[in-house]
């Protein structure tokens, strides 16, 4: 059974920093494109950014709105994707999940169950 | 980027109504849209693939059409079970952008 579990969210300053996690089970995480989908408080979903396969050059790519900011990373061997998130705004207070594609196709078919980020003073 | 929009942005069916959400792209994306579902407080699913690909499991009440900038989403016949929110992606480019949403209600 394919499972991601996203952990890390919490309160937070503005200017301040967190890391989130998503740990993978259930596929070969070694093979798999990963990203962050987050989404504000009665917001549509955000696509942040994305990290390929180390066998696909491991290519990041994000949103304009994080870049300088958010880094997206992996760990292979324990199956886990990282979020780091830096100079945070009120504006980044979202739910953030992490996706992938388990197939050729470019559509995300699974989904972590989201882990909660405020941003407040 | 590439924008998408999506109307409408709510509506309200009776069961067994056909519905029908449009997304509209900024800008050509072939046939690079895939539609999710997404109920309160839970993650989004995949329902179509490539404009029209039904993703496994998913009731054939639903179906994709479209190309290039205009794509539809349809239920055949509207289910107690389908109120939510449908969200159109792109993901012709990256950045990957979605629409704004369709809230569906049942009345």
């Known amino acids: 059974e394919v499972q991601l579990v996203e952990s890390g969210g919490g309160l937070v300053k503005p200017g301040g920093s967190l890391r989130l996690s998503c740990a993978v089970s259930?596929?070969?995480?070694?093979?798999?494109?990963m990203s962050w989908v987050r989404q504000a408080p009665g917001k549509g979903l955000e696509w942040v950014g994305r990290?390929?396969?180390?066998?696909?050059?491991?290519?990041?790519d994000d949103a304009a709105s994080v870049r300088g900011r958010f880094t997206i990373s992996r760990d292979d061997s324990k199956n886990t994707l990282y979020l780091q998130m830096s100079s945070l705004k009120t504006e980044d207070t979202a739910m953030y999940y992490c996706t992938t594609r388990t197939t050729s196709w470019r559509h995300f078919d699974y989904w972590g169950q989201g882990t909660l980020v405020t941003v407040s003073s | 980027d590439i924008q998408m929009t999506q109307s409408p942005s709510s509506l309200s069916a009776s069961v067994g109504d056909r519905v029908t959400i449009t997304c509209r792209a900024s800008q050509n994306i072939s046939r690079y849209l895939n539609w999710y579902q997404q109920k309160a407080g839970k993650a989004p699913k995949v329902l179509i693939y490539?404009?029209?690909i039904l993703q496994s499991g998913v009731p054939s009440r639903f179906s994709g059409s479209g190309s290039g900038t205009d794509f539809t989403l349809t239920i055949s016949s509207l289910q107690p079970e389908d109120f939510g929110y449908y969200h159109c992606q792109q993901s012709y480019t990256t950045p990957r952008t979605f629409g704004p949403g369709t809230k569906v209600d049942i009345k």
């Open positions: 490539a404009t029209s």
């Open positions: 990290i390929k396969s180390n066998t696909d050059g491991g290519t990041i």
């Open positions: 259930g596929f070969t995480f070694s093979n798999a494109w």
